[in-house]
């Protein structure tokens, strides 16, 4: 998703998002996700965008529409693990979508500050959105083979 600066608040389907990474942004009001409950520990703000980082980046930044200091790095957990399959039956219902191809999955990043060296991301609470409705969700997964805390880089 790349704002479009051309546009302004106001115009019909769009809204203004102010965000302090990037600044106010102005995009399509359907462009924004809702994670339905919410992101755990984070269940007040249900509104986001999904911000390319750079063009030749695999990170994605998961912003919150409603407070402009909320926004976490995400990826696609298959850059990192190519085999990475999370069940996804019940939440193919619960999302509306009509096959596996609507939904798109990413993983939160953590990296720390000054030791980005040391970033991990969880596989085991994937966000995963409907591509067609702008639904989604952060699902929990109980599979031994998935960490909240997998090291992206080898120490």
Same mark, same amino acid.
């Given at each position: 998703?790349?704002?479009?600066?051309?546009?302004?608040?106001?115009?019909?389907?769009?809204?203004?998002?102010?965000?302090?990474?990037?600044?106010?942004?102005?995009?399509?009001?359907?462009?924004?996700?809702?994670?339905?409950?919410?992101?755990?520990?984070?269940?007040?703000?249900?509104?986001?965008?999904?911000? $390319?980082?750079?063009?030749?980046?695999?990170?994605?930044? %998961?912003?919150?529409?409603?407070?402009? !200091? *909320?926004?976490? #790095?995400? /990826?696609?957990?298959?850059?990192?693990?190519?085999?990475? $399959?999370?069940?996804?039956?019940?939440?193919?219902?619960? %999302?509306?979508?009509?096959?596996?191809? !609507? *939904?798109?999955? #990413?993983? /939160?990043?953590?990296?720390?500050?000054?030791?980005?060296?040391?970033?991990?991301?969880?596989?085991?609470?994937?966000?995963?959105?409907?591509?067609?409705?702008?639904?989604?969700?952060?699902?929990? /997964?109980?599979?031994?083979?998935?960490?909240?805390?997998?090291?992206?880089?080898?120490?």
């Amino acid at each position: 998703m790349i704002p479009n600066p051309q546009k302004t608040p106001g115009e019909s389907g769009y809204i203004s998002v102010d965000s302090r990474r990037f600044g106010r942004l102005t995009v399509r009001e359907d462009q924004i996700i809702f994670l339905n409950p919410g992101l755990l520990g984070f269940s007040r703000f249900q509104r986001y965008l999904l911000i $390319q980082h750079t063009q030749e980046s695999p990170f994605l930044w %998961l912003q919150s529409v409603d407070h402009p !200091d *909320l926004a976490f #790095v995400v /990826i696609d957990p298959c850059y990192l693990v190519p085999d990475y $399959q999370p069940p996804l039956t019940g939440v193919l219902k619960e %999302l509306e979508a009509e096959t596996l191809e !609507d *939904l798109k999955i #990413v993983t /939160i990043l953590t990296i720390p500050p000054g030791a980005p060296q040391e970033m991990t991301v969880n596989l085991m609470g994937p966000v995963v959105i409907n591509l067609k409705n702008r639904k989604g969700k952060q699902i929990i /997964i109980e599979d031994p083979r998935y960490h909240h805390k997998h090291r992206v880089l080898p120490p």
